[in-house]
């Protein structure tokens, strides 16, 4: 287990920035894939983007182009930035790390606790 802590969430308008951090307590961090979900009110959680050992990048249809993962492995952290954000942008936003590079739910095994993203309009 991979204990994750999420920060940088808030309230911004459309078109605006946020970028959030995810510091993790691994010794191999860098073995690890990792990725952002998030859920809406009301719904159910979703794939955002994931980063994986190497650096290999994958994002849901509604944010390529707008967000981007990255990684520093020496520092234990994965970042998203996410750009002209759009109100259905809103939600709380998951980190995760897991064994395979795959925008699958279950193949996560270490969760954050969620920080909050609002978007207003």
């Known amino acids: 287990q991979v204990q994750l802590v999420e920060s940088g969430g808030g309230l911004v308008q459309a078109g605006g920035s946020l970028r959030l951090s995810c510091a993790a307590s691994?010794?191999?961090?860098?073995?690890?894939?990792m990725a952002w979900f998030r859920q809406a009110p009301g719904k159910e959680r979703q794939f955002v983007a994931l980063?994986?050992?190497?650096?290999?990048?994958y994002y849901a249809d509604s944010v390529t182009g707008r967000f981007t993962i990255s990684r520093d492995n020496a520092k234990n952290t994965v970042y998203l930035q996410m750009n002209s954000l759009i109100p259905e942008d809103t939600g709380v936003y998951y980190c995760?790390?897991?064994?395979?590079?795959?925008?699958?739910?279950?193949?996560?095994?270490?969760w954050g606790q969620g920080t909050q993203v609002t978007v207003s309009s």
């Open positions: 691994a010794r191999a961090f860098s073995n690890y894939a």
């Open positions: 995760a790390a897991g064994s395979a590079t795959v925008p699958l739910q279950q193949n996560y095994h270490s």
């Open positions: 980063i994986g050992m190497h650096g290999g990048e």
